[in-house]
Structures are given as C-alpha cells and as structure tokens.
C-alpha cells in the first residue's frame, strides 16, 4: 500500500466518526505517521492555508509541501485513489463525484444529530442546512417504517396487525408531535432535538433486524418477537434520556416521548 506522505489531513475532534477513519487512514498506512490533526488543534503552519469553516463543514487534506487545500470528498478520493490507484479512473468520474458529494454532505451536515458530541462543543460549528436536516428525517422514518412493518407481522396477534403504512404514520405521528413540544419548550433546538430524535428511532429499528434475520431459519414465537421489540424500546428510552441531557432538554421530551408511545399502544390493542 502506497503512503500518501507530507500531507494532514484534518478531521473534526467532535466527531467521533471523522476521528475513526482518518485514525484508520494513518494507522493503515495510507497516509503518514503524524498525517493526521484536529481542525480545533492544527499546527500553526498550516492555518494560513485553511479555510476554518469550510475545514469544518469538509474534512481539509493539506499539502505541507505546496500549501494546497483540499475539502470533503476530494480529500477521501486523494488519500484512498493514492493507495488504490484502480479507483482513480472512478473518482475522476463525473456523475459518481456529484453523488459522492451529495452522500458526503447529507452525512456531514447530520454528523452532530447522528452521533454527538459526549461534551459542551466550543469553537466553529458545523453549518446547519435545514434541506440535509428534512431528508434526514424523512430518511430516516421511510427506513423505520419499513423495518418495522415488516416486524409487525412478528407481533401477531399480541399485537393486532393494522393498516399496511401504520408503521409509516405512527413513526411521522412521534416527529409531528414532537415538533410540536419541542417547538412551545425550546423553539431554538428544534431540529437538533429531531434529528437525534429520529436517529434514536432509526437505531432501535436496526436492532431488530437481527431478530428478522433468525426468523427465517428459526420459527420464534410473538411472544419472543414481543420481549425482544421491548427490550429494544427500553435501549431507546435510555439513550432518549442521555441524548436530551446532552442537550440540556430536561425530562419534558422524554416524558412526552413516552406519553405518545402509550398513547399509540392503547389504541392499537383496542
């Protein structure tokens, strides 16, 4: 594997995501020992060079030996087309580099409701883009409904079947709602709080699909797919709880959380 040396690469150290994989870009070999820094902490040689907030939005590659910048995916393609040179014709692309662009951004400007911070974040933000935050949300409920209206027929007759887009409206149902709260208690963190929100949501149904999996080899009873559907809604109280303390939301979310949740249950059994 061919090193991309005198190069630095500078990732968001808030970003749990950006420190994996440019850790794993020096740790494989791909680029060189030191080849990597955090935007909040990068050497002073290197500043004049950068544009913060773009480094921000877009993780920055520098050149320390020309001084040239590059931002997001152009950065990706440099480092992996250097030691995968079978890729460079791809990269060099057209039509691949607007969507890689497109894919990149829609994970870059969701990447603090995705995974967040574990602390209070100082310094420069990343831009928020309320397009990239409604096809999140959107995304991430059509993959929810999905999941779990397939899961549904897992639950039956505990649980009686339904409409076929159940799924669909209870899961935009919880997103409406919780706009709503949201909007009345603290209007100013209203799609950050929907964004992890929905990725609470999303993960919970990704949970379940392991147990899918095993029921088309293994015939597992409603009341099986039921413990395991409420051990996976219990996870996700508690990761509600830990989210919207990062937040510094307070217990009125997790309460109306639940509440809507409960709500939904009565009348579905009856």
């Known amino acids: 594997m061919k090193t991309l040396n005198d190069h630095l690469i500078l990732y968001d150290a808030d970003c749990p995501m950006c420190k994996a994989y440019t850790k794993a870009f020096t740790r494989s070999g791909m680029l060189g020992d030191g080849g990597r820094a955090s935007y909040q902490n990068m050497p002073d040689e290197v500043c004049p060079m950068v544009d913060r907030q773009r480094a921000v939005n877009e993780i920055a590659l520098v050149d320390t030996q020309t001084g040239e910048v590059s931002y997001g995916v152009e950065s990706l393609f440099?480092?992996?087309?250097?030691?995968?040179?079978?890729?460079k014709p791809l990269f060099g692309f057209g039509p691949f580099i607007w969507l890689m662009k497109k894919v990149y951004a829609f994970i870059s400007y969701n990447r603090r409701v995705i995974i967040p911070a574990a602390h209070e974040?100082?310094?420069?933000?990343?831009?928020?883009?309320?397009?990239?935050?409604?096809?999140?949300?959107?995304?991430?409920?059509l993959m929810v409904g999905s999941i779990l209206t397939v899961y549904a027929h897992h639950l039956t007759p505990l649980v009686p079947l339904g409409d076929p887009l159940r799924e669909y409206y209870i899961c935009g149902g919880q997103v409406l709602f919780q706009g709503v709260v949201i909007s009345l208690y603290r209007p100013a963190k209203r799609w950050e709080y929907l964004g992890n929100m929905m990725t609470i949501s999303l993960a919970g149904a990704l949970l379940l699909l392991p147990v899918l999996l095993i029921a088309k080899f293994v015939a597992l009873t409603p009341i099986i797919c039921t413990l395991c559907f409420l051990g996976v809604a219990g996870l996700m109280f508690l990761e509600h709880i830990r989210r919207t303390k990062l937040m510094q939301l307070g217990w009125i979310l997790t309460i109306s959380w639940v509440v809507y949740r409960l709500l939904l249950l009565i009348v579905i059994l009856n």
Request: charged share 10%.
């Open 78 to 87: 440099k480092v992996i087309g250097n030691s995968f040179p079978v890729f």
């Open 121 to 141: 974040v100082q310094g420069i933000q990343p831009s928020f883009r309320l397009g990239y935050r409604l096809i999140y949300l959107v995304f991430t409920w």
